[in-house]
């Protein structure tokens, strides 16, 4: 690898037949027969706040902090005197910054109590002294502050101008800004480390985790055959409706392809209590899986859900079913294709959307719910649509073209 000025290092790769550079970002991935690697340049941030000697505002607070662990009554003197500087709030972005850059999750977390420990002293900042904890619990210290400002303002002469009510007011409640990004950086954190472990093999820097953003990563996931890691970053960042509902079904089809793949998995369970259990997952009800697949195993009817707990969960959905339009059709094609008949037209009885519902019925090869589902809701296209396919199914199933032809006009 050659630098920018010249500089040249080399990484031998002696034990490999095959490698691969593959150009990101910000970033090579190095992909060889064995592992997959991230080489780039040290972050201008972790340069300017590792390297020997550095007198930047986040290095200093990183010794006070390192020395604050190590017991030293000096660390309150370090802190004290970069709040002096009003460098302070520099130093904790600084550091919560290249906790994000870092790969290591020692360092990680160094750099994290580092900002965490700056954050201590900017609280007891004077320019913040009406913010405690990252924000004021109640509206006293607000209204002092204002009524203080205004009594000296009247004193000298001065009345102070109207504010504009467009501009937005800080909440009694509402965190400082660095709060919120230490916040912020502690879940990117949470979520890159998780992808980067051995067994989902997601590696991303903090750079192209922002290209891609929340809704790609799941996305992705779900491609890579890891809905239970998408459902789970979906419900932790608290992303949209329509992401998380895609996620949990794409967790459900995944569970019922499982089940149906592995003839002891099942563990004698019927299609309904298979159907309540992909609901379950869909409507993101409370329940342990781990807790459902023991028992599977096991033969343990204390879990298994009865017809009584069958009829309350479809009668009080804990998801609204708009959310979930769509989702019951998509997991009933998982089931189908997993040899699950019954599964699928449980699943199907639940779907709302039309438009989802009609090919789905049609794939399954229920032409007949098909065209009397599209025509109870009255759409042409539907009912065009279930008409053609289930001609073309006649034509195809008939070893007579004319009879095939007699079958659909018998239909119809």
């Known amino acids: 690898m050659v630098g920018p000025y010249g500089d040249w290092l080399r990484f031998p790769y002696e034990q490999t037949e095959n490698l691969h550079i593959i150009p990101e970002i910000d970033c090579c991935r190095i992909v060889t027969d064995h592992s997959t ?80 420990y700056g954050m201590h002293f900017s609280y007891k900042d004077p320019v913040e002294r009406w913010m405690p904890m990252g924000g004021a619990t109640t509206d006293v210290l607000t209204k002092k502050k204002k009524a203080h400002q205004q009594h000296l303002s009247e004193e000298e002469g001065e009345y102070p101008e109207e504010e504009d009510e467009d501009e937005e007011e800080d909440s009694p409640t509402r965190p400082s800004k660095t709060a919120m990004k230490f916040v912020a950086a502690a879940q990117k954190l949470r979520i890159i480390n998780a992808l980067r472990s051995p067994s989902v093999g997601f590696a991303l820097t903090s750079s192209q985790y922002d290209a891609i953003g929340p809704n790609g990563v799941v996305a992705r996931l779900v491609m890579m055959k890891r809905p239970a890691l998408a459902s789970s970053i979906a419900e932790y960042l608290g992303l949209e409706d329509n992401v998380r509902s895609f996620a949990r079904s794409s967790k459900a089809a995944a569970f019922v392809s499982s089940v149906a793949a592995t003839a002891a998995a099942s563990g004698g369970r019927t299609d309904a209590e298979i159907a309540e259990i992909a609901i379950r997952i869909l409507r993101d009800e409370n329940f342990s899986m781990s807790t459902i697949l023991e028992d599977k195993t096991s033969g343990s009817t204390t879990t298994t859900p009865s017809s009584t707990t069958n009829t309350t969960t479809l009668s009080s959905p804990a998801t609204s079913n708009s959310v979930l339009r769509g989702s019951y059709a998509a997991v009933a094609l998982a089931a189908h294709r997993a040899g699950k008949a019954g599964v699928a037209n449980l699943l199907l009885l639940l779907e709302t959307s039309v438009i989802d519902k009609v090919p789905a019925l049609i794939s399954i090869g229920s032409h007949a719910d098909a065209a009397s589902v599209a025509a109870m809701a009255r759409d042409t296209d539907l009912i065009f649509l279930s008409l053609m396919e289930f001609e073309k199914y006649c034509m195809s199933n008939a070893a007579d073209p004319n009879k095939g032809q007699h079958n659909f006009l018998n239909t119809i």
């Open 37 to 116: 690697e991230l080489l780039q340049r040290v972050p201008p941030t972790t340069s300017l706040l590792l390297r020997i000697g550095s007198i930047e505002p986040g290095a200093l607070l990183l010794d006070a902090c390192d020395a604050f662990e190590a017991g030293s009554a000096s660390s309150d003197e370090a802190a004290r005197a970069i709040t002096k500087t009003g460098l302070l709030t520099e130093a904790i972005e600084s550091c919560t910054e290249a906790a994000t850059r870092e790969f290591d999750v020692v360092m990680q977390k160094r750099l994290l109590r580092s900002a965490s």
